[in-house]
């Protein structure tokens, strides 16, 4: 419940969603009545965010939107919800520009789900998601190692983090997203690789030329 408004402190207090992953002109796919775009202050380098939901098209296929059209794509608790989500990714990795960022939120099966599936709190969940397990319960698990390995090398994995400083292990099973501080999700941003780094092979190190003076006043400064 208004998970991407729990999400803000936390993406404060971390100075790359504000340099890196949120810059430019964005699209949030399933903001719904809880979109990014409502914080948009709090995150200066945005230039404009698009909100995405059910009015506009299916999430999976993005229809309409062209290839490379935004600097960022922004997701919380939607993937869950398409019938294929690699397919949903590829096309959010499509309308992502080259060297942009996707960063997406899924529950987490064993925090929200709870060892239910069809899930007990959101009968619209077609899948339940994991960093990685040997074995899952859920037979609708799906691995996000797996999954985001099949994206091939277009995509960058940058994070992926169990969100979970908010949960509190020893209640009895509850949808603790109903709280007001509760997370139970994975969160996981990828940087789309632009042709020439997949050429070579990865990221090169800048080619800008200092001078020795400029060098020693990085070394000194800390920089």
């Not at 599936?117 to 691995?143: M, R």
């Not at 969160?187 to 200092?210: D, M, T, V, W």
Request: with cysteine.
């Amino acid at each position: 419940m208004r998970e991407t408004s729990k999400s803000i402190m936390r993406r404060l207090h971390d100075v790359r969603f504000a340099v890196r992953y949120f810059v430019g002109d964005g699209i949030d796919i399933g903001g719904g009545e809880d979109p990014l775009g409502l914080y948009r202050e709090l995150f200066p380098a945005i230039s404009s965010v698009r909100n995405w939901d059910l009015p506009d098209g299916d999430a999976q296929a993005m229809a309409g939107v062209p290839d490379n059209s935004f600097d960022f794509v922004h997701s919380s608790h939607c993937l869950e919800h398409l019938n294929d989500p690699l397919a949903g990714l590829a096309n959010w990795l499509r309308i992502l520009k080259p060297g942009g960022h996707l960063i997406v939120v899924v529950p987490d099966e064993d925090l929200y789900e709870q060892g239910r599936f069809p899930s007990a709190h959101n009968f619209g969940h077609k899948y339940s998601f994991t960093i990685h397990k040997a074995k899952s319960w859920s037979k609708q698990s799906i691995s996000l190692t797996s999954l985001l390995a099949q994206l091939g090398p277009t995509a960058q994995l940058l994070r992926i983090e169990l969100l979970d400083a908010t949960y509190r292990f020893a209640l009895p099973p509850l949808d603790q997203t109903m709280t007001p501080i509760g997370e139970c999700a994975i969160e996981f941003i990828i940087r789309k690789r632009p042709a020439h780094e997949i050429a070579q092979g990865g990221r090169a190190p800048s080619s800008g030329q200092l001078s020795p003076d400029e060098v020693q006043t990085l070394i000194k400064t800390g920089l």
